[in-house]
């Protein structure tokens, strides 16, 4: 909980006690609920509204109508109900703090929006719509000592429905997103340097925000990271406005593919948007390179990895297999079912991560293990297959950081989030450290979590 929101809930604690003595509603209860009635407007206009306080909100208001000895014992009860729950809610579902970046540089970020004017979007059924695809970067940036960090997600007002369906849980519980502060600031000044640059993908349904932490962690060990939203793809793209009266426009989530679909059908959907994927993030290189940005002079392109979640680490590979400017791959939870490669053609040429769950329980779980192990296998010295106990598909993403209930409700697998982020994003960096700056040696295969097993090119070790 926030500061105020701690200091107004203990006072209210304090305030029903003080209401049940008998005889002291009048006297001393009445100037208590006051001063926290006040407190509680600070906190509205300091820390901002949310939606796990409103017990708390509920308790004050029945508090100023408590005035009937009579009804003492019923009135107590429902106080200290409210009090329980307004208790409780902060806690299960917090306003949460992000890991701090261990990097030695501060992060600042930027947000581009580039159309690819050779594309249309075949999402759409217009032939002049072309495609339009929203970029985010996270790069080493000086300090900047008054500037408010960047919130986590923006347009939470149209975006909450969306992404509360992705999880399972209803909107409303999707509204504080945006008071949670990251550790980027928006337009900082870049530092001097010659940096490698990972690209991201996110899953389906997912977005470019998903994983924000390990964005600030890379960047904040050199590395410039750009993460983009595959429209329709995403659970929602926000597209700037042209004019400051136009309303704001969206794409939502169009990548389901109805029950029943013959597989034929299903395989040539899939492949159609790996496809539009796969060009998303070559568009974007492609525009790094060519497009005048206050980066691009920053950037090594000589030292490019990719990554991805999900649908997303399909993309990744895909692209890398395509693209040699591509020299490192990193899946996170990987789903590989789509992939259409011949049995040859199922390696890479470049090394690869493969950091997911012991195994999917879904649909065609056999498929995707054998173009996983055809990876691993057929990519040679340079594959590793990392396997982390109890985790689960959302467990590769900043889910894990949100609720410790997350486990219970199946959102996620492994018992404690802050210690599943961190293994994903030391891993990932270790990782790219070693196979894109080339430092330190080659010892990757050293894991320091008894939760990890590690396969490497066909052989295991845990």
Do not use: C
């Amino acid at each position: 909980m926030r500061f105020l929101e701690v200091v107004v809930v203990l006072l209210s604690g304090v305030f029903i006690l003080v209401a049940s003595i008998p005889g002291s509603r009048r006297r001393g209860s009445a100037a208590l609920l006051l001063i926290i009635i006040l407190l509680t407007l600070i906190h509205l206009f300091v820390e901002g509204y949310r939606w796990q306080m409103l017990p708390l909100y509920a308790l004050l208001g029945f508090g100023v109508f408590v005035k009937n000895r009579e009804a003492s014992m019923v009135s107590t009860l429902g106080l200290m109900f409210l009090w329980l729950t307004a208790f409780l809610l902060p806690i299960l579902i917090p306003m949460v703090k992000l890991p701090v970046p261990t990097g030695p540089f501060s992060v600042g970020t930027v947000l581009y929006h580039w159309t690819d004017t050779s594309r249309t979007e075949w999402f759409t059924d217009d032939p002049e719509d072309l495609r339009e695809v929203p970029v985010q970067l996270w790069y080493p940036a000086f300090p900047e000592v008054d500037a408010d960090p960047t919130p986590y997600i923006d347009h939470i007002d149209l975006r909450a429905e969306a992404i509360g369906e992705r999880v399972g849980l209803p909107a409303f519980m999707m509204g504080h997103l945006n008071l949670i502060s990251t550790h980027s600031v928006m337009n900082a000044s870049a530092r001097e340097g010659n940096f490698p640059l990972i690209l991201f993908s996110h899953g389906l349904g997912g977005m470019r925000a998903q994983n924000t932490v390990l964005m600030e962690e890379l960047a904040s060990h050199g590395y410039i990271v750009a993460a983009m939203d595959h429209p329709f793809d995403a659970n929602t793209t926000v597209f700037p406005t042209i004019e400051r009266d136009e309303s704001q426009r969206v794409a939502d989530y169009r990548s389901s593919i109805p029950e029943g679909t013959a597989d034929s059908v299903w395989l040539e959907i899939r492949n159609r948007q790996l496809d539009t994927r796969i060009a998303d993030v070559r568009f974007v290189l492609n525009q790094l390179q060519t497009v005048f940005t206050p980066l691009q002079n920053n950037i090594d392109f000589t030292r490019v990895g990719i990554s991805g979640h999900s649908f997303g680490g399909a993309t990744a590979v895909l692209t890398a297999i395509k693209d040699s400017r591509i020299r490192a791959v990193v899946a996170l939870d990987g789903w590989f079912v789509p992939l259409a490669l011949s049995d040859t053609d199922t390696r890479l040429d470049v090394p690869f991560l493969y950091m997911g769950q012991e195994r999917w329980k879904s649909w065609n779980e056999k498929r995707h293990r054998y173009y996983l192990n055809l990876l691993i296998e057929q990519t040679g010295d340079d594959a590793f297959l990392y396997t982390v106990k109890k985790s689960r598909h959302y467990d590769y993403a900043d889910i894990p950081l949100f609720s410790p209930i997350a486990p219970f409700i199946g959102l996620t697998g492994f018992p404690d989030g802050r210690e599943m982020v961190r293994i994903v994003n030391s891993t990932t960096l270790r990782f790219f450290d070693d196979y894109i700056k080339s430092v330190p040696p080659r010892l990757f295969t050293l894991s320091d979590s008894p939760h990890i097993t590690i396969k490497r090119g066909g052989a295991s070790s845990s």
